[in-house]
């Protein structure tokens, strides 16, 4: 008996073997280059075959995850793969309630099936992404190594930011930019809607917003101050449908949109379309070395003093702290938002607010004496609480650059620390939620070689990727009982010198790549002669979307 049963299991393991007569069974760490890096991998024996009979099976609950999944994997083989709720399949896709992390995910691989499971579907999303970077071509069959990984993120909040104010970008665009996101098992996109050099989403209380604030008359060419004015009409805004649409699709892909509406300062695109939002409505716009364009100068010689700005920087037009009609426009503006985005978090900037108006201006001083403020810091910091006290009322918080410090921390606020990592453990050290995003290592519009002349003109800077692999979001000052409050980290593309979706690509690949290893991997996983070669191989996706890369990284 035992015979028989042996003699039929070499049987089996010998047509087996002779189906696939060209591929190798014996599975080395090369066979696994996933990035993210996996808290845990075992290599096994044995490869799954993916062919024409290859099926999707879960329950309803799962539909568009096994959907997602069929589409990813029609377009990286070419074999088509349904999904179905109803009938049996050989890729599962299963809610396992228990998985403790709510991202987490269990991906098995054994010759005869495969199971991803997830508490929720956002696990079993990110153990398609996993799914699908194992897939390999050996003699025209399409084979995934075995194996087990059992996965979960370091941090909870994994983010990118992308600056459309400064350069407007489709929606198209931005639904592939979300694409980007998900690839990377990122979950916040921080869309950085309004500036001074425009108002990006539809506000309807405020048609201007969009009509006038929503267009420049011209931008300055080459660095600041400029060479010349260009002096072509240049915007774009989204309509709150357009927004709806773009929600959507983020959520179907477990991200989160947070929209950015800055306040007080970088607000000359809404003061342009409502000039009483300004300390001094009658004086003209500003554009540093007279770089203005014609029809901006044509405008301020006919009455009309405030226009949307031409030129990149910091300026000392913003809104007046002292007008009560100041904070019933911006609560009337929030509301709209906060109707629009299901997020809990809105980020209403609060960086870079010249106190220079305020300092001249008679009702934010008579403000300030009403109050007992001491200083304009302390104005700001009031302007700050106020508007927080109004989102929390609704229900959301407030998230701020690292500036919402000065003058007084807003109760609840969660503090976003670019200027390094200061601010960040200054509020983590005050038991308030942290972000963290240094310019040193996660401003992606920095040169990414030292030689700036082979690179697209950028801000300035040299953040290599090297760099951004190095970041570590929880600093080493901070004592361990605060490491709780930093929620994790995000990178910042601002746009000012960035006019194309081709040219922002390329600022952010590889270093999107390196950085979701940063968020989603624990440090002691991390190995960057490891995550280089993993890398080479992940060009590959890189190709296969399309995307305009930065190519010296993988010269050497």
């Known amino acids: 008996m035992r015979f028989h049963l042996l003699l039929l299991l070499i049987i089996n393991l010998t047509f087996y073997s002779c189906k696939n007569k060209f591929i190798d069974f014996n599975n080395t760490q090369e066979d696994y280059p996933i990035i993210p890096k996996p808290a845990s991998l075992q290599i096994l024996k044995g490869r799954f075959v993916m062919d024409e009979n290859t099926r999707i099976f879960g329950n309803s609950?799962?539909?568009?995850?096994?959907?997602?999944?069929?589409?990813?994997?029609?377009?990286?083989?070419?074999?088509?793969?349904?999904?179905?709720?109803?009938?049996?399949?050989?890729?599962?896709?299963?809610?396992?309630?228990?998985?403790?992390n709510k991202e987490a995910y269990i991906l098995s691989i054994q010759p005869e099936i495969i199971i991803i499971s997830g508490k929720t579907s956002a696990g079993i999303f990110y153990g398609i992404q996993s799914l699908c970077q194992l897939i390999s071509n050996q003699n025209e069959t399409i084979t995934i190594p075995a194996t087990l990984i059992k996965d979960k993120p370091r941090f909870a909040y994994r983010g990118m930011h992308l600056d459309v104010a400064r350069h407007f970008f489709p929606p198209e665009f931005i639904k592939r930019y979300i694409d980007f996101l998900a690839l990377h098992k990122m979950n916040r996109f921080?869309?950085?809607?309004?500036?001074?050099?425009?108002?990006?989403?539809?506000?309807?209380?405020?048609?201007?917003?969009?009509?006038?604030?929503?267009?420049?008359?011209?931008?300055?060419?080459?660095?600041?101050?400029?060479?010349?004015?260009?002096?072509?009409?240049?915007?774009?805004?989204?309509?709150?449908?357009?927004?709806?649409?773009?929600?959507?699709?983020?959520?179907?892909?477990?991200?989160t949109i947070i929209p950015e509406i800055e306040l007080p300062g970088h607000s000359s695109a809404a003061i342009a379309a409502y000039p009483f939002l300004s300390c001094f409505p009658k004086e003209p716009t500003i554009i540093p070395n007279n770089m203005i364009s014609k029809v901006s100068k044509i405008q301020q010689n006919e009455g009309q003093p405030k226009i949307v700005q031409e030129t990149w920087g910091v300026f000392n037009d913003v809104y007046c702290a002292g007008k009560e009609e100041t904070f019933t426009f911006v609560e009337n503006v929030l509301l709209e938002v906060m109707d629009l985005f299901p997020s809990k978090y809105i980020?209403?900037?609060?960086?870079?607010?010249?106190?220079?108006?305020?300092?001249?201006?008679?009702?934010?001083?008579?403000?300030?004496?009403?109050?007992?403020?001491?200083?304009?810091?302390?104005?700001?910091?009031?302007?700050?609480q106020r508007v927080e006290k109004f989102v929390n009322s609704k229900g959301k918080q407030i998230i701020g650059w690292d500036e919402i410090l000065e003058g007084g921390l807003a109760p609840n606020a969660t503090v976003m620390s670019w200027r390094g990592n200061r601010g960040g453990i200054a509020a983590a050290k005050e038991n308030h939620d942290v972000i963290m995003s240094p310019n040193s290592h996660c401003y992606f519009d920095h040169y990414q070689s030292k030689n700036k002349d082979t690179e697209p003109l950028a801000i300035g800077g040299y953040l290599p990727i090297e760099k951004v692999y190095a970041f570590n979001p929880v600093p080493d000052e901070l004592d361990g009982h605060k490491h709780q409050f930093i929620l994790g980290g995000q990178a910042n593309l601002w746009t000012e010198y960035i006019t194309s979706q081709s040219q922002a690509e390329y600022m952010l690949f590889p270093r999107m790549t390196a950085l979701s290893?940063?968020?989603?991997?624990s440090p002691d996983q991390?190995?960057?002669?490891d995550f280089k070669w993993r890398l080479k191989q992940f060009k590959s996706l890189y190709e296969a979307w399309n995307i305009n890369y930065c190519k010296h990284v993988f010269a050497d």
Request: proline share 3%; with cysteine.
């Open 517 to 521: 290893e940063v968020l989603w991997t």
């Open 61 to 100: 609950d799962l539909e568009f995850e096994g959907n997602f999944l069929a589409q990813l994997l029609r377009q990286q083989t070419g074999v088509s793969i349904p999904f179905d709720t109803q009938k049996n399949g050989n890729i599962l896709l299963k809610l396992d309630s228990s998985i403790q």
């Open 347 to 384: 980020h209403i900037g609060g960086d870079e607010c010249p106190k220079g108006n305020w300092k001249r201006c008679p009702q934010c001083q008579k403000r300030m004496k009403e109050l007992g403020l001491a200083d304009e810091h302390e104005l700001q910091s009031y302007f700050i």
């Open 190 to 255: 921080h869309w950085h809607l309004t500036d001074d050099q425009g108002w990006r989403i539809e506000i309807k209380k405020y048609p201007k917003l969009t009509d006038i604030g929503g267009w420049r008359n011209g931008t300055i060419k080459g660095h600041f101050p400029g060479t010349t004015n260009d002096n072509q009409r240049y915007g774009g805004f989204y309509s709150q449908k357009e927004i709806k649409d773009i929600i959507g699709y983020a959520a179907s892909r477990h991200i």
């Open 526 to 529: 991390k190995n960057w002669g």
